[in-house]
T-cell receptor, first 112, second 116 residues
Framework: SQQGEEDPQALSIQEGENATMNCSYKTSINNLQWYRQNSGRGLVHLILIRSNEREKHSGRLRVTLDTSKKSSSLLITASRAADTASYFCATDGETSGSRLTFGEGTQLTVNP | EAGVAQSPRYKIIEKRQSVAFWCNPISGHATLYWYQQILGQGPKLLIQFQNNGVVDDSQLPKDRFSAERLKGVDSTLKIQPAKLEDSAVYLC??????????????FGPGTRLTVL
């Protein structure tokens, strides 16, 4: 079964707006990663946040992690049409060892 | 540097036939992964290699799926015989370190398999 669950399943916004996607997971983790997947392509790594970190930034991306709520959020600021893609969170945990478990993904559409 | 290469990009077969996918990871990457991604879902790990040894194949349906990574470089994933529910995109990924999980994984473009 999938460890992570993304919310919402689909998100449609206008260019320039911010997009927030959430991920919840069930068991304790070591790390949480976010990946992007353009249609028909492989996944591209965006950012990794460790279980002892609370927030991380990379360019227009901001990731937060709340281990007490077993949740993470990905914020994309000043979105662009090129940000249109599916976004997945993936966790590796104490019980799954080094195996990455992906969520179902959020389909983001940024309208020009 | 060159990315992860996969072939073929698309494959259509009939059920009960056999199929094989090939992956060439990024040069020097010790760890190689095969994932299955069913339409509308996230990728699911099938098997993980470190060099030419299997680290995790707990989610590989071993009655019909097999994989090998001879010489610790290229890898082949085989399905024999295929079922309708095997229709999916098969993604190969590699990472540099032996630690695996906390390292960035680099994905290939995938092979889209359709089983009729």
């Amino acid at each position: 079964s999938q460890q992570g669950e993304e919310d919402p399943q689909a998100l449609s916004i206008q260019e320039g707006e911010n997009a927030t996607m959430n991920c919840s997971y069930k068991t304790s983790i070591n790390n949480l990663q976010w990946y992007r997947q353009n249609s028909g392509r492989g996944l591209v790594h965006l950012i990794l946040i460790r279980s002892n970190e609370r927030e991380k930034h990379s360019g227009r991306l901001r990731v937060t992690l709340d281990t007490s709520k077993k949740s993470s959020s990905l914020l994309i600021t000043a979105s662009r049409a090129a940000d249109t893609a599916s976004y997945f969170c993936a966790t590796d945990g104490e019980t799954s060892g080094s195996r990455l478990t992906f969520g179902e993904g959020t389909q983001l559409t940024v309208n020009p | 540097e060159a990315g992860v290469a996969q072939s073929p990009r698309y494959k259509i077969i009939e059920k009960r036939q056999s199929v094989a996918f090939w992956c060439n990871p990024i040069s020097g990457h010790a760890t190689l992964y095969w994932y299955q991604q069913i339409l509308g879902q996230g990728p699911k790990l099938l098997i993980q290699f470190q060099n030419n040894g299997v680290v995790d194949d707990s989610q590989l349906p071993k009655d019909r799926f097999s994989a090998e990574r001879l010489k610790g470089v290229d890898s082949t994933l085989k399905i024999q015989p295929a079922k309708l529910e095997d229709s999916a995109v098969y993604l190969c990924a590699s990472s540099q370190s032996l630690s695996g999980s906390s390292d960035t994984q680099y994905f290939g473009p995938g092979t889209r398999l359709t089983v009729l």
